[in-house]
């Protein structure tokens, strides 16, 4: 088993950490106190080509694959959250065209998502409908050779800068099918954008459609297969955009705890060398190993073509509830500074949390794992 | 205008942003370089840029050329991602050791066989050494004019750059006939970040490995047999203070204290 990464894997790093140090730290104190999305950064990182990484070469993408995705949301992540978010909430708008749609379908949409020159978003939660797919209530009714789709969805994130949304209605009874509908279709709006306590400058807020009428030619596979397309897309590129993002945090809340520590002087020594900082520090660490293994497992597993559902759900349910412990034990380390603005472990606190239920909470991660197991420790 | 080849001199060096991991042997009086990162040294990034903005405005390639271990090709790979049409590594034992004066001999050699060029851009100095000797020694080599601190290159008449140098307070402009060294700050530009399809195609390249017989170059001349500069010691200094204690009433010590700092200059 080799564990090592490729040099240019270990290249495409350092580049991303360089960008992201460079020219996303200087913006996150703007993005946490407006809670606006720095437009300029969105379009920069898919000029770099992060915004392609999942799409093949022919459709203008590098296709490098899904370890280098986790690459790129890790540091990308360990600067800004948001940020890391808000790109792999692209790849996910990507992913139904991708993965399932025709090949005039992705010669048509692909290379301008590739490029960041269209921004991508998958709307699918409702009020009624997050854990519970089924439940949705967003209806796609045929007139001709067009869909007219009517629903709300909500808690979606680039719901007001996405270009290419992937939207779920259903078509029937217990039927559901994913359209692609852009920006500037008529009966398609951004609702309420909401207003988060952390991830700030990543955008969440409601899609609206009123009568929306979208070509036929813009449903992704056939009528029916639009809840096997959401599942696999949130569970492959969701789930593991989502536990990068936080491995992010992890890897930064690591780096800050022994920095701070390893400054800070209590008794006449920094508290580096107090056992108590150190058994946080090292909770810190088992939290960031154990997280970025089975991040780079899930995500090589997926490489290699691998059914990893359960893999997926894993890394997501853990990093996350990793992020939100390692966050809350750097507030510690750094005591009373731990909880003001101008130091950032309240901010990678607070930036933890929404990742917990994004893509699915801990209940339904846990429910996708237990159907693997089950069938495999039989 | 046309152009022929931007060189541009590279070194790696330690990740500036870790120095502090670094240490001394206290022996061999070499910096103990394992467990920091290497990178390009940042003036060098910045020498590579300004070479792509020329090649990306006036046509001709760009030719990076770097004297290092064999590590250093990752250092010559990032340059080819960042956009270099061409990587060469002088790499070989007989280079050990090199002072500035070698190093620069060696480098001049190298860029006899590469044949034409219009400009050398070079960092102003390294992070490690600081000597900021290699520029202006490698323009001697050469038989070119040389330019230091250069913080903006125009280019005017064919054949003739115009070039704003950085002094203290200030600057100074200096006209300098091609071909010509250019030495860079870090004014000049930002250099850019390399996208994913550059560190791909970087990865699929060549990257030339010269040794000192390619370059001909003659064995009293190179290494440490060809550098008449020699590293005594190294070490920290200890940066010691003199203090003075003033007694007395509060107003007693201000005037004191003021009299002291006009007796010292600081005020």
């Known amino acids: ?378 | 205008m046309n152009f022929l080849n931007v060189i541009v001199c590279i070194k790696q060096v330690p990740d500036p942003q870790h120095l502090s991991k670094i240490t001394i042997d206290p022996i061999s009086k070499t910096i103990r370089r394992e467990d920091v990162p290497a990178v390009i040294n940042p003036l060098d990034k910045h020498a590579l840029e300004e070479g792509l903005r020329i090649r990306d405005k006036y046509g001709g390639r760009v030719i990076v050329l770097s004297m290092c271990p064999p590590q250093a090709e990752l250092a010559c790979r990032e340059a080819l991602a960042m956009g270099a049409d061409e990587a060469i590594l002088l790499c070989d034992r007989a280079f050990a050791g090199a002072d500035t004066l070698s190093t620069s001999y060696s480098l001049s050699l190298a860029i006899k066989r590469i044949g034409g060029f219009n400009m050398i851009l070079c960092g102003n100095e390294t992070v490690d050494g600081s000597t900021g000797q290699v520029p202006p020694q490698l323009a001697d080599f050469l038989n070119v004019p040389h330019v230091t601190r250069a913080r903006k290159i125009e280019f005017t008449n064919e054949g003739m750059v115009r070039v704003e140098r950085s002094i203290e307070y200030g600057y100074m402009v200096v006209e300098v006939t091609l071909p010509a060294v250019i030495a860079v700050t870090k004014e000049i530009n930002v250099p850019r970040i390399p996208t994913v399809s550059g560190i791909l195609e970087a990865h699929q390249r060549e990257v030339k490995v010269w040794t000192a017989k390619d370059i001909e170059a003659e064995e009293e001349k190179i290494g440490l047999a060809g550098s008449p500069t020699q590293v005594v010691d190294i070490f920290s200094p200890e940066i010691g203070r003199k203090g003075e204690i003033l007694k007395g009433e509060p107003e007693e010590v201000v005037k004191l204290l003021v009299q002291r700092l006009h007796e010292l200059g600081v005020i």
């Open chain 1, 1 to 378: 088993m080799d564990f090592s990464f490729t040099p240019e894997q270990e290249m495409l790093r350092k580049t991303v950490r360089d960008f992201a140090e460079k020219e996303i730290a200087p913006k996150v104190d703007w993005m946490d106190e407006t809670g606006k999305v720095p437009m300029d950064l969105v379009k920069r990182m898919s000029e770099l080509g992060f915004g392609g990484v999942l799409i093949a070469k022919e459709y203008g993408g590098t296709g490098v694959g899904h370890i280098a995705r986790i690459i790129i949301l890790e540091e990308i992540g360990r600067v800004s959250a948001a940020m890391a978010n808000t790109l792999q909430i692209h790849h996910l708008g990507e992913s139904p065209i991708i993965y399932f749609g025709t090949e005039e379908q992705k010669k048509k949409w692909l290379p301008s998502m590739a490029k960041g020159k269209k921004i991508g978003a998958l709307a699918l939660t409702e009020p009624v409908g997050g854990s519970d797919v089924l439940g949705i209530q967003t209806v796609a009714k045929k007139e001709g050779d067009a869909y007219v789709i009517t629903g709300r969805k909500c808690f979606i994130t680039n719901s007001h800068i996405s270009d290419v949304c992937g939207v779920i209605a259903k078509t029937g009874e217990k039927e559901l099918t994913c359209f692609i509908v852009e920006k500037g279709t008529p009966g398609f709006s951004p609702g309420r954008e909401e207003n988060k306590f952390g991830l700030r400058g990543c955008n969440t807020g409601e899609v609206v459609l009123e009568n929306c009428k979208v070509p036929a030619e813009n449903m992704i596979g056939k009528p029916g297969d639009g809840l096997r397309i959401a599942l696999s897309c949130i569970s492959n590129v969701g789930r593991a955009g989502v536990g990068a993002s936080a491995l992010g945090i992890v890897r930064r809340c690591l780096e800050e705890a022994v920095k701070y520590a390893n400054k800070r002087t209590l008794y006449g020594k920094p508290i580096a060398d107090i056992q108590a900082i150190q058994w946080l520090i090292t909770d810190i660490y088992m939290d960031y190993e154990i997280s970025r293994w089975m991040a780079y497992y899930a995500a090589w597993l997926r490489d290699q073509g691998a059914r990893c559902d359960a893999e997926n759900s894993l890394q997501k349910f853990w990093t996350t509830e990793a992020a939100v412990r390692c966050a809350q034990k750097l507030v510690d380390i750094f005591g009373a500074y731990g909880v003001l603005k101008e130091y950032v472990p309240q901010r990678l606190l607070r930036d933890a949390w929404p990742l917990v239920s994004a893509a699915g909470t801990l209940e339904i991660m846990k429910l996708v794992m237990v159907r693997e197991v089950l069938r495999k420790y039989a």
